[in-house]
């Protein structure tokens, strides 16, 4: 079973950075893309970027990609996002997918909640 | 960036009525189409991919079509199970913008 699970939200204070995980098992985590999604309370989904399986290949949305990284290491099944200097709009859950182009598996998503 | 104009923003229909939500794309997007479900309080699930693929374990009463840029999701049957927020996604050039959704809500 395909399984993705986030981790490391919660509330940070405005301009302080945030580093997401997401922990993949149930398939060969190094042979797919990966990416990430983020919803803002009440709103809808906004493409974040996605890695390829070696790294090689990153994609960002332009207004994120001065602000977000996402990395991976496939000896540990795992999908980053390291956000920084946040702001309250980034308020929002956040979610890994699994697939380039198309997500065919999402996890359940990590809220992260940008207040002082 | 390519733009997908959804429509429309909100749906209200019948059990068993068919029910058509559309996507426009700002620019040719071949079959990198796809759409996804969202129920309430739920991640997203994938149903349709390549504009016209039915996604593994969904039912056949959904299915994709393409018109040159203009896409379409079709229920054929609405069940109360599908009430929920649908939202395309283009996947030609990154970034891969999504729709801004549709609400389908039960008449």
């Known amino acids: 079973e395909v399984k993705l699970v986030e981790s490391g939200g919660g509330l940070v204070q405005p301009g302080r950075s945030l580093k997401l995980s997401c922990a993949a098992s149930?398939?060969?985590?190094?042979?797919?893309?990966m990416g990430w999604v983020r919803q803002a309370p009440g709103k809808g989904l906004e493409w974040i970027g996605e890695?390829?399986?070696?790294?090689?290949?990153?994609n960002y949305t332009p207004s994120l990609k001065d602000k977000f990284t996402i990395s991976r290491d496939n000896a540990q099944n795992t999908l980053y996002l390291q956000m920084s200097k946040l702001g309250s709009e980034d308020t929002a859950i956040y979610y890994c997918?699994?697939?380039?182009?198309?997500?065919?598996?999402w996890g359940q998503g990590v809220m992260v909640t940008v207040s002082s | 960036d390519i733009q997908m104009t959804q429509s429309p923003a909100s749906l209200s229909a019948s059990l068993e009525e068919i029910v058509t939500i559309t996507c426009q794309a700002s620019?040719?997007?071949?079959?990198?189409l796809a759409w996804y479900q969202q129920k309430p309080g739920k991640s997203p699930q994938l149903l349709i991919y390549?504009?016209?693929s039915l996604a593994d374990g969904v039912p056949s009463r959904f299915s994709g079509s393409r018109s040159g840029t203009q896409y379409s999701l079709k229920i054929s049957r609405l069940q109360v199970e599908d009430i929920g927020i649908y939202y395309c996604q283009q996947a030609s050039s990154a970034p891969n913008t999504f729709g801004a959704g549709t609400k389908l809500e039960l008449k």
């Open positions: 620019q040719d997007i071949g079959n990198w």
């Open positions: 390549g504009a016209t």
């Open positions: 149930g398939f060969s985590f190094n042979d797919y893309w």
């Open positions: 997918a699994r697939g380039g182009g198309f997500f065919d598996y």
């Open positions: 890695i390829n399986q070696d790294s090689s290949t990153i």
